[in-house]
């Protein structure tokens, strides 16, 4: 497992259920711009994660060994965005077999089970299931 | 999209504009705030809204159902509701989480409970005002009612239900009455173990009853998908259901107040409790090609 995705499971373990919520959230507002070459309409049509009720497009390329994450969320989706958020903060630029590596049960790990509904919960594995599967 | 004064019971929606209107008015009116993501009341909200959310608030952590009696009467105490003052409702995703909200409070007898039309998503639209500061209320008396169990349906009054024939509404997905989805496979204590539906339910998926802005549809839409299409006929008795019986919820407002079904009930154990449930009776209409 990652340093960076080590880390971030540290801090969301050690604190309370409202504070992780806090968490998130702030995650949610910390998403990095979205590059130029992105931003068409035909790019966002490949990117689109089906499994997700929300409205979810993600960008993954190998550079080297390492592998780039680029995403967009709903803004009325701040639940998705924030773990989307996380999921770039702990994968992006780091290397794949680390990335492909990353626990299925990252939400349990955040500790945001008990918070997120289970269907929420379906689309933010199946973000992450992607994720893994592009660094593979 | 003006408001339909020919639904049958108008004075259940409220508009925008006349919240906007009369927010600061919280001595009579609470408005509550009922979302399907459980951050976005934070991220900005009507100014005097408080926050209820369907995971933390509404359920009870032990057993499945909802919070009711004394704990029902401590919530809404929390948030200055006396038994006296008029919930108002409204939530993303079409208020389908604050129709779900406006049901659970029924269900515990507190019927002063409005919805605000287009929800959270026209509010925003229209540019009105939000806040991100959080309104403390001082503590409301509130006396726990006697619940309305008539518009709830539990597993086995919808089977007797199923087996006279009478009306029964699927507000799923086509795939998921179908057959065709049952669950995701990264979670299985999530998954249903059978998929389709109640048999001779009419599935009309929630969100039809909705137009783009968010708010519901004229009456004469609204009886053309449930009169005209899934075949109800009026005075009938009807029961909705989904997964969890929250989409479901929000069909059963739509049935009972704009289209004016008397006994209407939201069987809220829903496809997580019939798809799982031994010896259920299925229809399964999905073929695997």
């Not at chain 1, 499971?9 to 990095?32: C, H, K, N, W």
Request: net charge negative; with cysteine; hydrophobic share 40%.
């Amino acid at each position: 497992m990652s340093d960076a995705l080590n880390d971030i499971i540290d801090v969301f373990q050690s604190v309370d259920a409202e504070t992780r919520l806090d968490l998130l959230l702030d995650y949610s507002g910390r998403m990095p711009k979205l590059p130029e070459k992105y931003q068409s309409q035909a790019a966002h049509d490949l990117a689109r994660v089906q499994e997700c009720m929300t409205p979810v497009f993600l960008w993954m390329e190998k550079e080297g060994d390492k592998l780039r994450i680029f995403a967009e969320v709903a803004e009325e989706a701040p639940t998705v965005k924030g773990f989307v958020s996380i999921l770039i903060a702990a994968f992006d630029n780091q290397p794949c077999a680390d990335v492909a590596a990353a626990p299925t049960d990252l939400v349990k790990q955040l500790g945001l089970d008990g918070q997120i509904r289970m269907n929420r919960a379906v689309g933010l594995t199946a973000i992450l299931s992607r994720v893994r599967r592009a660094a593979a | 999209m003006a408001q339909d004064k020919t639904y049958a019971h108008p004075e259940m929606l409220v508009s925008t504009d006349w919240v906007n209107e009369h927010r600061g008015e919280t001595d009579k009116y609470r408005i509550v705030e009922s979302d399907e993501d459980v951050l976005l009341y934070a991220t900005g909200h009507i100014p005097e809204a408080v926050k209820i959310d369907w995971v933390n608030d509404l359920n009870d952590p032990i057993v499945r159902d909802y919070v009711e009696g004394d704990a029902f009467a401590a919530l809404c105490s929390k948030h200055g509701i006396s038994n006296d003052t008029t919930v108002i409702f409204y939530g993303d995703k079409n208020n389908w989480w604050a129709c779900y909200a406006l049901w659970v409070f029924m269900l515990n007898g507190h019927t002063k409970c409005l919805i605000m039309d287009g929800g959270r998503k026209k509010w925003v639209d229209e540019g009105k005002p939000l806040t991100k500061d959080v309104p403390k209320y001082p503590p409301a008396k509130f006396k726990a009612n006697a619940k309305n169990p008539a518009i709830r349906a539990l597993r086995d009054q919808t089977l007797a239900h199923a087996k006279a024939k009478k009306a029964l509404i699927d507000v799923r997905s086509p795939a998921e009455f179908s057959g065709e989805r049952t669950h995701m496979p990264e979670y299985p204590q999530e998954g249903v173990l059978r998929g389709g539906h109640i048999p001779g339910a009419k599935n009309v998926p929630w969100a039809k009853a909705v137009a783009e802005s968010g708010e519901f549809k004229p009456r004469a839409e609204l009886e053309k998908l449930y009169l005209g299409e899934a075949g109800l006929k009026p005075g009938e008795e009807v029961v909705a259901y989904c997964r969890i019986g929250e989409r479901s919820s929000h069909t059963w407002f739509v049935l009972k107040y704009l289209l004016g079904f008397e006994d209407v009930k939201n069987y809220d154990g829903s496809w997580t409790e019939w798809g799982n449930a031994v010896g259920m009776p299925i229809e399964k209409t999905y073929q695997p090609k």
